[in-house]
């Protein structure tokens, strides 16, 4: 994995996606866990400490969705350029979909 990655969500909260969070992430860049999968793990905090990353946790969005709709309504934030690619819901297009995220 590339070191250029500042900021890593890991939002399905297991050891294994926690640690390649932790892994991936540049030194001095952030691992948010979002998602809540255990109440614990296991997971390469030495090696994350030694390149000074930082762990922050966001338990599941708690009151932040009004303020986010308040910044896009408003055109406060502009997530439009965030926006690469669409696809839909059938499988050949969930399958192309991972393809091209790979």
Known sequence: MGRDINVSLDCAGFSKTMSAALVA???????????????????PLTSAAIR??????????????P?????????????KPLITHRFGFSQAEVEEAFKVNA
């Open 25 to 43: 992430t540049r030194p001095g860049g952030w691992v948010c866990l979002v998602g809540m999968g255990h109440n614990e793990m296991t997971v």
């Open 52 to 65: 000074e990353v930082d762990v922050v946790g966001i338990f599941r969005y708690k009151d932040t969705w």
């Open 67 to 79: 303020m986010c709709l308040d910044f896009l309504r408003s055109g406060k934030i502009d997530v």
